[in-house]
Protein backbone atom coordinates (compact mmCIF):
# COMPACT_ATOMS: atom_id res chain seq x y z
CA UNK A 1 0.00 0.00 0.00
CA UNK A 2 1.37 3.30 -0.95
CA UNK A 3 0.74 7.09 0.08
CA UNK A 4 -1.81 7.25 -2.51
CA UNK A 5 -3.99 4.65 -1.95
CA UNK A 6 -3.53 5.63 1.41
CA UNK A 7 -5.35 9.31 0.76
CA UNK A 8 -7.83 7.65 -1.62
CA UNK A 9 -9.06 5.29 1.28
CA UNK A 10 -9.75 8.10 3.80
CA UNK A 11 -11.18 10.19 1.12
CA UNK A 12 -13.13 7.26 0.66
CA UNK A 13 -14.28 7.05 4.92
CA UNK A 14 -15.31 10.78 4.50
CA UNK A 15 -14.68 13.33 2.24
CA UNK A 16 -12.01 16.57 3.53
CA UNK A 17 -13.39 20.14 3.03
CA UNK A 18 -9.43 21.09 2.68
CA UNK A 19 -6.67 19.57 0.62
CA UNK A 20 -4.31 17.60 2.88
CA UNK A 21 -1.31 15.00 1.70
CA UNK A 22 -0.44 11.86 3.02
CA UNK A 23 3.54 10.94 2.45
CA UNK A 24 5.52 8.27 3.54
CA UNK A 25 8.68 9.21 5.69
CA UNK A 26 10.74 5.95 4.57
CA UNK A 27 11.90 6.40 8.24
CA UNK A 28 11.48 4.33 11.31
CA UNK A 29 10.65 6.19 14.24
CA UNK A 30 10.58 5.30 18.04
CA UNK A 31 8.42 7.74 19.46
CA UNK A 32 5.94 7.61 17.26
CA UNK A 33 4.08 6.00 14.27
CA UNK A 34 3.01 8.98 12.52
CA UNK A 35 2.41 12.99 12.99
CA UNK A 36 -0.12 15.42 11.43
CA UNK A 37 1.41 18.95 10.24
CA UNK A 38 -1.68 21.41 10.49
CA UNK A 39 0.29 24.60 8.64
CA UNK A 40 1.16 22.46 5.49
CA UNK A 41 -1.82 20.01 6.15
CA UNK A 42 0.69 16.79 5.68
CA UNK A 43 -0.27 13.79 7.36
CA UNK A 44 3.42 12.28 7.57
CA UNK A 45 3.32 8.21 7.68
CA UNK A 46 6.73 6.60 9.18
CA UNK A 47 5.75 3.79 6.97
CA UNK A 48 8.88 1.47 8.33
CA UNK A 49 7.13 1.46 11.61
CA UNK A 50 4.99 -1.40 10.05
CA UNK A 51 7.18 -3.92 8.23
CA UNK A 52 6.94 -7.37 9.52
CA UNK A 53 8.69 -10.61 9.07
CA UNK A 54 5.84 -11.40 6.53
CA UNK A 55 5.25 -8.04 5.03
CA UNK A 56 3.38 -4.58 5.88
CA UNK A 57 0.73 -4.29 8.72
CA UNK A 58 -1.44 -2.26 6.37
CA UNK A 59 -4.25 -2.49 8.94
CA UNK A 60 -2.22 -0.88 11.48
CA UNK A 61 -0.58 1.64 9.10
CA UNK A 62 -4.67 2.81 8.24
CA UNK A 63 -5.41 3.22 12.14
CA UNK A 64 -2.26 5.12 12.23
CA UNK A 65 -3.49 7.03 8.95
CA UNK A 66 -7.31 7.70 10.21
CA UNK A 67 -6.01 8.43 13.13
CA UNK A 68 -3.76 11.64 11.62
CA UNK A 69 -6.85 12.17 9.18
CA UNK A 70 -8.86 12.62 12.35
CA UNK A 71 -6.44 15.75 13.42
CA UNK A 72 -7.10 16.92 10.01
CA UNK A 73 -11.10 16.81 9.96
CA UNK A 74 -10.94 18.49 13.43
CA UNK A 75 -8.64 20.97 11.57
CA UNK A 76 -11.17 21.90 9.08
CA UNK A 77 -14.14 22.67 11.18
CA UNK A 78 -11.63 24.99 13.17
CA UNK A 79 -10.57 26.89 10.16
CA UNK A 80 -7.41 25.03 9.42
CA UNK A 81 -5.95 25.72 12.61
CA UNK A 82 -5.37 23.18 15.80
CA UNK A 83 -5.06 24.36 20.04
CA UNK A 84 -1.87 23.50 21.26
CA UNK A 85 -3.72 20.58 23.04
CA UNK A 86 -4.80 18.54 20.08
CA UNK A 87 -6.24 15.35 21.46
CA UNK A 88 -9.76 17.38 22.74
CA UNK A 89 -12.65 15.34 23.52
CA UNK A 90 -13.80 16.71 19.80
CA UNK A 91 -10.27 15.23 18.26
CA UNK A 92 -11.84 11.44 19.78
CA UNK A 93 -15.18 11.92 18.36
CA UNK A 94 -13.89 12.88 15.04
CA UNK A 95 -11.51 9.61 15.28
CA UNK A 96 -14.13 7.05 16.64
CA UNK A 97 -16.57 7.97 14.23
CA UNK A 98 -13.78 7.47 10.99
CA UNK A 99 -12.97 4.29 12.65
CA UNK A 100 -16.78 2.83 12.85
CA UNK A 101 -17.05 4.01 9.28
CA UNK A 102 -14.16 2.28 8.41
CA UNK A 103 -15.14 -0.92 9.27
CA UNK A 104 -18.74 -0.49 8.04
CA UNK A 105 -16.67 0.16 4.79
CA UNK A 106 -14.36 -3.26 5.12
CA UNK A 107 -11.70 -0.70 5.08
CA UNK A 108 -10.18 -1.17 8.32
CA UNK A 109 -10.53 -4.14 10.67
CA UNK A 110 -12.04 -4.46 13.96
CA UNK A 111 -9.40 -6.12 15.65
CA UNK A 112 -10.64 -6.49 19.28
CA UNK A 113 -13.30 -8.59 17.54
CA UNK A 114 -10.50 -11.37 16.04
CA UNK A 115 -9.76 -12.67 19.27
CA UNK A 116 -11.76 -15.21 20.94
CA UNK A 117 -10.01 -14.80 24.11
CA UNK A 118 -10.58 -11.24 24.05
CA UNK A 119 -14.27 -11.41 23.47
CA UNK A 120 -15.37 -13.61 26.07
CA UNK A 121 -12.93 -11.34 28.62
CA UNK A 122 -14.38 -7.78 27.72
CA UNK A 123 -18.07 -9.63 28.04
CA UNK A 124 -16.75 -10.35 31.38
CA UNK A 125 -15.99 -7.29 32.14
CA UNK A 126 -18.72 -5.40 30.91
CA UNK A 127 -20.84 -8.23 33.18
CA UNK A 128 -19.22 -8.42 36.40
CA UNK A 129 -17.58 -5.10 37.00
CA UNK A 130 -19.07 -2.28 35.10
CA UNK A 131 -23.00 -3.25 35.27
CA UNK A 132 -22.12 -4.77 38.75
CA UNK A 133 -20.01 -1.42 40.25
CA UNK A 134 -23.04 1.15 37.84
CA UNK A 135 -25.74 -1.49 39.69
CA UNK A 136 -24.31 -0.94 43.18
CA UNK A 137 -23.98 2.73 42.93
CA UNK A 138 -27.49 2.81 41.80
CA UNK A 139 -28.91 1.04 44.59
CA UNK A 140 -26.23 3.05 47.02
CA UNK A 141 -28.43 6.25 45.70
CA UNK A 142 -31.88 4.50 46.40
CA UNK A 143 -30.37 3.68 50.62
CA UNK A 144 -29.04 7.56 50.53
CA UNK A 145 -32.41 9.09 49.80
CA UNK A 146 -33.81 6.55 52.79
CA UNK A 147 -30.98 7.61 54.89
CA UNK A 148 -32.39 11.27 54.47
CA UNK A 149 -35.86 10.91 55.29
CA UNK A 150 -34.61 9.11 58.31
CA UNK A 151 -32.09 12.36 59.00
CA UNK A 152 -35.36 14.30 58.94
CA UNK A 153 -37.31 12.45 60.96
CA UNK A 154 -34.73 12.73 63.76
CA UNK A 155 -33.81 16.26 63.10
CA UNK A 156 -30.58 16.18 62.26
CA UNK A 157 -29.09 17.52 58.75
CA UNK A 158 -28.54 15.02 56.03
CA UNK A 159 -25.10 17.01 54.93
CA UNK A 160 -23.79 16.38 58.44
CA UNK A 161 -24.70 12.74 57.93
CA UNK A 162 -22.96 12.41 54.62
CA UNK A 163 -20.20 14.18 55.64
CA UNK A 164 -19.01 13.19 58.99
CA UNK A 165 -20.73 9.73 59.29
CA UNK A 166 -20.44 8.09 56.11
CA UNK A 167 -17.31 9.83 55.22
CA UNK A 168 -17.96 10.31 51.43
CA UNK A 169 -17.91 14.22 49.53
CA UNK A 170 -21.60 15.29 49.24
CA UNK A 171 -20.95 14.96 45.38
CA UNK A 172 -20.52 11.71 44.94
CA UNK A 173 -23.69 11.03 47.27
CA UNK A 174 -25.61 13.82 45.08
CA UNK A 175 -24.70 11.82 41.87
CA UNK A 176 -25.47 8.36 43.25
CA UNK A 177 -29.20 9.76 44.72
CA UNK A 178 -29.60 10.95 41.02
CA UNK A 179 -28.24 8.19 39.03
CA UNK A 180 -31.56 6.05 41.51
CA UNK A 181 -33.96 8.96 40.81
CA UNK A 182 -32.87 9.07 36.83
CA UNK A 183 -33.14 4.98 36.80
CA UNK A 184 -30.21 5.03 34.73
CA UNK A 185 -28.83 1.63 33.24
CA UNK A 186 -26.23 -0.05 34.84
CA UNK A 187 -24.96 -1.65 31.82
CA UNK A 188 -22.90 1.77 30.87
CA UNK A 189 -20.75 1.60 34.08
CA UNK A 190 -20.67 3.97 37.21
CA UNK A 191 -18.18 6.85 35.09
CA UNK A 192 -20.64 6.89 32.31
CA UNK A 193 -23.58 7.07 35.02
CA UNK A 194 -22.15 10.26 36.69
CA UNK A 195 -21.85 11.48 32.88
CA UNK A 196 -25.75 10.74 32.33
CA UNK A 197 -26.55 12.13 36.05
CA UNK A 198 -25.08 15.21 34.84
CA UNK A 199 -27.35 15.93 32.16
CA UNK A 200 -30.55 17.62 32.93
CA UNK A 201 -32.95 17.31 29.67
CA UNK A 202 -34.23 13.97 30.13
CA UNK A 203 -34.51 13.89 26.40
CA UNK A 204 -31.06 14.36 26.27
CA UNK A 205 -30.52 12.03 29.02
CA UNK A 206 -32.57 9.47 27.02
CA UNK A 207 -30.26 9.62 23.80
CA UNK A 208 -27.24 9.61 25.65
CA UNK A 209 -27.76 6.44 27.38
CA UNK A 210 -29.14 5.34 23.98
CA UNK A 211 -26.37 5.87 22.56
CA UNK A 212 -23.80 4.48 25.21
CA UNK A 213 -25.41 1.34 24.96
CA UNK A 214 -25.71 0.96 21.77
CA UNK A 215 -21.52 1.20 21.18
CA UNK A 216 -20.91 5.21 21.04
CA UNK A 217 -17.69 5.75 23.09
CA UNK A 218 -18.15 8.49 25.49
CA UNK A 219 -16.11 11.51 23.82
CA UNK A 220 -18.67 10.64 20.78
CA UNK A 221 -22.11 10.89 22.87
CA UNK A 222 -20.51 14.09 24.75
CA UNK A 223 -19.45 16.17 21.98
CA UNK A 224 -22.73 15.27 20.14
CA UNK A 225 -25.05 16.38 23.45
CA UNK A 226 -22.95 19.66 23.45
CA UNK A 227 -23.89 20.46 19.90
CA UNK A 228 -20.36 19.97 18.54
CA UNK A 229 -19.42 18.11 15.01
CA UNK A 230 -18.55 15.09 14.43
CA UNK A 231 -17.48 14.59 11.45
CA UNK A 232 -17.30 18.09 10.48
CA UNK A 233 -17.50 19.59 6.83
CA UNK A 234 -17.08 22.98 5.84
CA UNK A 235 -16.44 24.48 2.61
CA UNK A 236 -12.57 25.82 2.22
CA UNK A 237 -12.20 29.34 2.35
CA UNK A 238 -10.85 31.50 -0.69
CA UNK A 239 -7.56 32.04 1.12
CA UNK A 240 -7.19 28.32 2.46
CA UNK A 241 -7.09 27.52 -1.15
CA UNK A 242 -4.76 30.16 -1.88
CA UNK A 243 -2.25 29.17 1.02
CA UNK A 244 -2.36 25.42 -0.04
CA UNK A 245 -1.62 26.30 -3.74
CA UNK A 246 1.29 28.68 -2.88
CA UNK A 247 2.53 26.17 -0.06
CA UNK A 248 2.65 23.41 -2.37
CA UNK A 249 4.20 25.31 -4.92
CA UNK A 250 7.36 26.32 -2.60
CA UNK A 251 7.46 22.47 -1.54
CA UNK A 252 7.49 21.55 -5.72
CA UNK A 253 9.97 24.08 -6.24
CA UNK A 254 12.35 22.27 -3.14
CA UNK A 255 11.95 19.46 -4.50
CA UNK A 256 12.71 20.33 -8.14
CA UNK A 257 15.22 22.20 -7.35
CA UNK A 258 17.19 19.17 -4.91
CA UNK A 259 16.26 16.93 -7.71
CA UNK A 260 18.45 19.05 -10.04
CA UNK A 261 21.13 19.19 -7.41
CA UNK A 262 21.11 15.00 -7.53
CA UNK A 263 20.91 14.98 -11.25
CA UNK A 264 23.90 17.12 -11.48
CA UNK A 265 26.06 15.11 -9.13
CA UNK A 266 24.96 11.91 -10.87
CA UNK A 267 26.42 13.01 -14.59
CA UNK A 268 29.23 14.13 -12.71
CA UNK A 269 30.14 10.67 -11.35
CA UNK A 270 28.84 9.05 -14.65
CA UNK A 271 31.31 11.74 -16.39
CA UNK A 272 34.30 10.58 -14.08
CA UNK A 273 33.93 6.68 -14.84
Known sequence: MNQDQVKELLLSIEDAPMEFLVIFSGKKSAKVNGLYKPDSREIIIHNRNFKTETGQDDNLLLYTAIHEYAHHLHACSRGGRLSARSHTAEFWAVFHALLEKAEAKGIYRNVFADSPELSKLTEKIRNNYLAENGKLLKELGEQLLKAHELCEAAGARFEDYVDRVLCIPRTAANMAVKMFQYDLNPRVGSDNMRFLAGIRNEDDR???????????????????????????????????????????????????????????????ELEEL
Open 206 to 268: AAAEKALIGGKSPDMVKTAIKGGPVLPAKPPRQEDIKIRLEKEKIRLERTIAGLSKRLGEVEK
